[in-house]
Nanobody, 123 residues
Framework: QVQLVESGGGLVQAGGSLRLSCAASGRTFSNYAMGWFRQAPGKEREFVASIWWNDRSTYYVDSVKGRFTISLDNAKNTVYLQMNGLKPDDTAVYYC????????????????WGQGTQVTVSS
């Protein structure tokens, strides 16, 4: 049974940093993209970043480029999202997900999802 478990969310002031973690288990994730999405109240789920497990290729939505970094630790089967320079607009529930499609921004292409972790950025 595949499980994705996020952690690391919290409350932070604007300009601060957080690191989200996603512990993946239940299968081998080679040939999978691991993605981070976020959803703010009243808004659709938005692609944030993804990384291809095999070669560590990364992709970001324009609004987080230069501020967020996605990475993974193969030995720990864990994906990270380092978030720096946080802004109030980054406030959302952040979800980890896994897809067989490389660089997929469409949430419908992700078969596995975590339960989400809340990130709140105060001004």
């Amino acid at each position: 049974q595949v499980q994705l478990v996020e952690s690391g969310g919290g409350l932070v002031q604007a300009g601060g940093s957080l690191r989200l973690s996603c512990a993946a288990s239940g299968r081998t994730f080679s040939n999978y993209a691991m993605g981070w999405f976020r959803q703010a109240p009243g808004k659709e789920r938005e692609f944030v970043a993804s990384i291809w497990w095999n070669d560590r290729s990364t992709y970001y939505v324009d609004s987080v480029k230069g501020r967020f970094t996605i990475s993974l630790d193969n030995a720990k089967n864990t994906v990270y999202l380092q978030m720096n320079g946080l802004k109030p607009d980054d406030t959302a529930v952040y979800y980890c997900a896994a897809s067989r499609y490389r660089a997929a921004p469409d949430p419908n292409r992700y078969a596995y999802w975590g339960q989400g972790t809340q990130v709140t950025v105060s001004s």
